[in-house]
């Protein structure tokens, strides 16, 4: 079991960019793969990213490949989401996740994580 708290949420101009930080409590945190996930307003929640236990394997969204990276850091408990180049259709909640899997073919699928962050709002303006 893990908690989880995302950060660096904000408002930018089209073009620019934020780094969002997802800090995970507990000893356990190399154990789970992490994913990236956003949702808008009336919009189904969508798959952004997601990164295995080690950080050796990640996967990208078509939508986000080219501008957005995640990584984690476990001695930092920590995962992240460089954004880039953002547009306004990047606009919504996002949330990070954990799974307890292994990092599947299966890594854009909410039911695949068992926990979730409360989410940091992402507004890109154009």
């Known amino acids: 079991q893990v908690q989880l708290v995302e950060s660096g949420g904000g408002l930018v101009q089209a073009g620019g960019s934020l780094r969002l930080s997802c800090a995970a409590s507990?000893?356990?945190?190399?154990?789970?793969?992490m994913g990236w996930f956003r949702q808008a307003p009336g919009k189904e929640r969508e798959s952004v990213a997601a990164i295995s236990r080690s950080g050796g394997t990640t996967y990208y969204a078509d939508s986000v490949k080219g501008r957005f990276t995640i990584s984690r850091d476990n001695a930092k408990n920590t995962v992240y989401l460089q954004m880039n180049s953002l547009k306004p259709e990047d606009t919504g909640v996002y949330y990070c996740a954990a799974n307890s899997r292994y990092l599947s073919s299966s890594w854009y699928k909410p039911y695949e994580y068992g926990y979730w962050g409360q989410g940091t709002q992402v507004t890109v303006s154009s």
């Open positions: 507990g000893r356990t945190f190399s154990s789970y793969a």
